[in-house]
């Protein structure tokens, strides 16, 4: 039941929605100030929900900061947490990639520079649909076809969250006592609620955030505060993640 609540909920922190509701109430609304209300209120989340300064700085404030790669000392392995590949989408000859695709051409570049010499990809499916193979399959070839031996990758396929990833994951390696350090592999937004659940269950990984959705600060330029057709999408994925972080804290996941 959590796993579905939780890939249906965060539909209602659409500002989108917001909007087409907010429109919707002043349609149908008989009473001038009401709709006047709403008609003002549908104006306020387009003025502020499209404003690229404004949600560039929330996304800021949210992510952790880039970790340089010379400062990442030699580790035992890399935890690689999915969610960057499409296997519901057909056909099923190749591996498609997602929003995120970050999280696998990093770990390669750690692989690649000596930083971890194993790679752990944690991850079966999100989707609430019947898929072909995991996520972490798909990346396991991806990253096979990079030159990485397959004695090198070990797949955690049965996980569904970021909770799972933890769980699962300690699971594989008790299987591993050889594997002691590890870098967490996951994208900026979302590594402060994966370390938290690699902690509860134990886990202290190192953390490497990758795929950043930031931009550089542009405080005194005009442009950066310009209205930006694509904000309201990065509000309602920031809000998903925080609903996510708040959901997890409350239920001591993390």
């Known amino acids: ?5 939780s890939k249906t909920l965060p539909y209602l922190l659409e500002p ?3 909007l087409l509701a907010l429109l919707g ?4 609304s008989r009473r001038p100030a009401r709709q006047r209300g709403f008609v003002v209120a549908a104006l306020a989340v387009v003025v502020l929900g499209t404003n690229g300064g404004l949600v560039n700085e929330a996304w800021l404030a949210w992510e952790l900061p880039p970790v340089p790669l010379r400062t990442v000392a030699p580790h035992d392995a890399g935890v690689l947490l999915t969610g960057v590949t499409r296997p519901q989408k057909s056909p099923h000859d190749r591996v498609y990639l997602a929003e995120g695709a970050d999280r696998v051409t990093h770990a390669l570049w750690l692989y690649r520079a000596g930083r971890i010499r194993r790679i752990i990809i ?4 999100g989707s609430l649909r019947e898929v072909a193979h995991t996520e972490a399959h798909d990346i396991a070839t991806l990253l096979r076809l990079a030159g990485v031996p397959r004695q090198d990758i070990l797949l955690e396929e049965r ?3 970021t909770r799972e990833n933890a769980l699962y994951t300690k699971q594989l390696l008790t299987q591993h006592p050889d594997l002691k350090s590890l870098v967490l592999i996951t994208s900026a937004f979302h590594q402060r609620r994966a370390l938290g659940c690699f902690a509860k269950v134990g886990l202290h990984p190192t953390p490497f955030p990758v795929d950043f959705r930031t931009e550089d600060r542009g405080l005194h330029s005009l442009t950066y505060w310009l209205p930006d057709a694509t904000a309201l999408g990065r509000w309602s994925h920031l809000l998903h993640e925080l609903l ?3 959901t997890y804290k409350l239920l001591g996941y993390i």
């Open 1 to 5: 039941m959590f796993f579905i609540v």
């Open 16 to 18: 989108a929605i917001w």
């Open 25 to 28: 109430g002043a349609l149908l």
């Open 122 to 125: 944690s991850g079966g499916s």
């Open 159 to 161: 996980s569904r969250n």
């Open 244 to 246: 996510g972080f708040l």
